[in-house]
């Protein structure tokens, strides 16, 4: 099981990821960006959108927040500006990372009740479970995201979470 310490550093390493992919992907063109390249949500582009809309619909359901109106079919077209999706990005990390500052240190066993849109039905599921879902795919989508961005030209920075406070630590 994991805490409420690990879900803050998981926030963390999203916000140093996502700064990571929105750079290198900036460097390429916009029709770059959005060539379909055969990934599960077409294109770079509609990946990372992907990813901004999968965690917003967590978010609705650990916080609060307001669910995305586009369906997950079109979650890849959420927000078609690369400059509008970057910015969006970068608030909703900051938002992930002060959600989880305020998380009791403590079991995080207690069920988390929402209605799944995919499985049509109510469940409930231990919280650790679902945050661990929430890092888990945001890894999974960028991971797609690094491989597209490469083989687009692009030189995204190392992923090792290890690295993470050497990377922030540095001298620019």
């Known amino acids: ?6 879900a803050r550093l998981m926030a963390r390493y ?10 290198a992907a900036a460097d390429i063109s916009d029709d770059e960006r959005k060539l379909d390249r055969g990934a599960f949500f077409k294109s770079i582009h509609g990946t990372l959108s992907h990813i901004l809309w999968a965690d917003r619909i967590w ?8 669910r995305p109106t586009t369906p997950n079919s079109e979650s890849g077209s959420m927000i078609t500006d690369f400059a509008a ?11 992930i990372i002060a ?6 240190d403590g079991d995080l066993s207690g069920p988390l009740k929402f209605f799944s849109g995919s499985l049509q039905a109510d469940v ?4 650790w479970v679902c945050l661990t879902h929430f890092f888990n795919h945001q890894t999974h989508h960028r991971g797609q995201a690094h491989a ?18 050497e990377a922030q630590n540095a001298p620019a």
């Open 1 to 6: 099981m994991i805490d409420a310490e690990h």
């Open 99 to 104: 959600w989880t500052d305020q998380l009791p």
């Open 85 to 95: 999706l970057r910015a969006e990005r970068e608030k909703d990390d900051q938002r």
């Open 59 to 66: 978010m609705a359901r650990f916080d609060g927040w307001d």
């Open 124 to 127: 409930s599921v231990p919280l």
């Open 148 to 165: 597209l961005i490469t083989a687009a030209g692009g030189k995204p920075h190392d992923t090792d979470l290890f690295l993470m406070s």
């Open 14 to 23: 999203n916000q140093w990821q996502n700064e990571n992919l929105y750079s």
